[in-house]
């Protein structure tokens, strides 16, 4: 019994997809809001940030990401329904393709904040907190997958028991993901 127990728990750990950066936030965690108004004071602090793909620019030497921040929820993900807290922008020496990290995607990044940097957005300059990656994450999106939604799998909206909506009667069609 030990050993089935031991496998099934191998078996659920090597499901998760998330990063342990993301998933487990910074001893303290620096808020957005925080570190914007205090920047020289947080400078070379480790951050978990996360919100949504606004550009990707990609340079000879490295690519930036602009990212419109969000709260994030316990497992690291973006909280789009909150109202949104400003930009920061990411840097990474790798090529990162506009293909895969497109506009409007939920993007979770932990890394070091490492200062500011201008960016142009519309006819504004603005200065905007600058990190350095070591993990991130890009999340799907949950609010359009239709086909094995629910915990019991299944096809369409009957995905439980015997025909059953899994999610019951009152419950939306197109559901947002559960947070």
Not at 67 to 72: E, G, Q, R, T
Not at 77 to 104: C, H, M, N, S
Not at 106 to 111: E, K, L, M, N, P
Not at 141 to 151: H, K, L, R
Request: charged fraction near 15%; include cysteine.
């Amino acid at each position: 019994m030990k050993r089935c127990l031991f496998i099934l728990f191998l078996l659920l750990n090597g499901c998760s997809t998330v990063p342990p950066a993301i998933s487990d936030a910074p001893l303290y965690d620096l808020s957005y809001l925080e570190a914007i108004h205090h920047l020289d004071k947080f400078k070379n602090a480790p951050v978990r940030w996360g919100g949504v793909i606004v550009d990707v620019a990609n340079e000879q030497s490295r690519s930036l990401v602009q990212v419109l921040a969000y709260p994030l929820n316990s497992q690291g993900r973006p909280l789009t329904d909150q109202p949104y807290q400003g930009r920061f922008v990411i840097t990474t020496p790798e090529f990162l393709d506009p293909a895969v990290y497109e506009k409007d995607t939920s993007i979770t990044v932990a890394g070091t904040l490492v200062g500011d940097i201008e960016r142009t957005i519309d006819k504004k300059t603005l200065r905007l907190p600058l990190l350095t990656i070591t993990a991130m994450h890009l999340w799907p999106d949950y609010a359009t997958n239709y086909y094995g939604g629910g915990f019991y799998g299944g096809y369409g909206p009957y995905n439980g028991f015997y025909g059953y909506p899994a999610w019951g009667y009152y419950r939306p069609f197109f559901y947002p993901p559960f947070r």
